[in-house]
């Protein structure tokens, strides 16, 4: 299959810890790939492989995978984490495209 | 630090042929795959399709009759063609350098995007 699935919004006080999911059968081969996008802006890559942070990305985003379902986490969530999230993977049916979930929009509260 | 810098028409009438062109600065082709990603307003994320510095091209199959993405590798660019655009084609189109090496597959550097609103 070459879905991914977020869940559409999540919602967290400033200061406490959320995780972003994403659920596809790609996420057994590849690794996830997380994305922030603020309004007007064009997406930031905040996570890929195993758990790595880009330079510049603060150390409270991290992310990991359990079977087919990744997770982005942040610990101490800020104000301007506030976004849409996307993950993003390689589709696995042999044709080799590339995927993205729909979206996650995260409130902080 | 590679930047990529898109540009192209941004208003186009049913029918015609959409056209856009990303500029590599300050790094080269070679062991990456280059992308062209849209995003309707208010909506997600679409991967439209990829070439690798090879020139293989792969394309998402909703939109593979309509799109061809090329390399130039003398001017460091590579562009985007999508014919015969409706009021769906309507998006910001972004264009992205993309590292594929199982199990790591990512979009490490985007261009800013352009709008691009296809109108009668």
């Known amino acids: 299959s070459s879905d991914l699935t977020q869940d559409p919004a999540v919602s967290v006080a400033l200061g406490q810890t959320v995780r972003i999911t994403c659920q596809g059968d790609s996420l057994r081969n590849y690794y996830a790939t997380w994305y922030q996008q603020k309004p007007g802006q064009a997406p930031l890559l905040v996570i890929c492989?195993?758990?790595y942070r880009p330079s510049g990305i603060p150390d409270r985003f991290s992310g990991s995978t359990s079977g087919n379902t990744a997770s982005l986490t942040i610990t101490g969530t800020q104000a301007e984490d506030e976004a849409d999230y996307y993950c993003n993977s390689r589709d696995t049916s042999g044709n080799q495209l590339g995927v993205f979930g729909g979206g996650t929009r995260l409130t902080v509260l | 630090q590679v930047q990529l810098q898109q540009w192209g028409a941004g208003l186009l009438k049913p029918s015609e042929t959409l056209s856009l062109t990303c500029a590599v600065h300050g790094g080269s082709f070679s062991g990456f795959y280059w992308t062209w990603i849209r995003q309707p307003l208010g909506k997600g994320l679409e991967w439209i399709g990829e070439?690798?510095?090879?020139?293989?091209?792969t394309y998402n199959p909703s939109l593979q009759s309509r799109v061809t993405i090329s390399l130039d590798t003398s001017r460091n660019q590579f562009s985007l063609k999508v014919n015969s655009v409706a009021a769906a084609d309507t998006a910001v189109y972004y264009c992205a350098r993309t590292k594929v090496l199982l199990p790591y597959y990512y979009m490490d550097v985007w261009g800013k995007g352009t709008t691009v609103t296809v109108s009668s």
């Open positions: 070439i690798h510095h090879s020139g293989i091209t």
């Open positions: 492989g195993k758990n």
